[in-house]
């Protein structure tokens, strides 16, 4: 994927029926405050809202995060809706209560990167200014 231009952005996505938003809040914070524009899509998207948003906002990377247990249908669904809307590029990544065992099968699916609690916002800016491919100082 070529460099980004302008500011990296990022749509947080709060998919299912997960009520707890303090950790994707703090994520779009993070991200923000290190440049990027956060479009924080609220809780209680579906796949189709959260692509729909990124793709209308132009968006380089998809922040999901999933404390409820069906992790793996919503970030199945968000990239198999990516690739049908020939937005496969964009990539997703995401945080919450994920079991160590479904990290590599979801990553096989397709998921960019997961982070799991206790990561650090700083570990999660760094992934995404690489992972889209933004020089340093840009």
Same mark, same amino acid.
């Given at each position: ?64 995060? $999933? /404390? ?8 199945? &669904?968000? +990239?198999?809706? !990516? %690739? =049908? #809307?020939?937005? @496969?590029? $964009? /990539? ?8 160590? &065992?479904? +990290?590599?099968? !979801? %990553? =096989? #699916?397709?998921? @960019?990167? $997961? ?24």
């Amino acid at each position: 994927m070529g460099v980004a231009a302008g500011p990296i952005r990022v749509v947080v996505a709060k998919p299912g029926l997960d009520g707890h938003d303090r950790g994707a809040k703090v994520i779009a914070r993070a991200l923000r405050d290190a440049g990027m524009e956060v479009i924080y899509t609220g809780l209680h998207q579906t796949p189709e809202q959260i692509v729909d948003t990124a793709i209308q906002e132009d968006a380089d990377a998809i922040g999901l995060s $999933i /404390l409820s247990g069906a992790h793996n249908t919503l970030f199945a &669904a968000v +990239i198999d809706l !990516l %690739k =049908e #809307r020939d937005a @496969a590029d $964009i /990539l997703v990544f995401g945080g919450g209560i994920i079991p160590e &065992a479904d +990290i590599a099968p !979801l %990553k =096989e #699916r397709g998921v @960019a990167e $997961i982070f799991t609690p206790g990561a650090t916002m700083r570990s999660i800016v760094e992934w995404v200014r690489g992972a889209v491919g933004q020089p340093t100082g840009a």
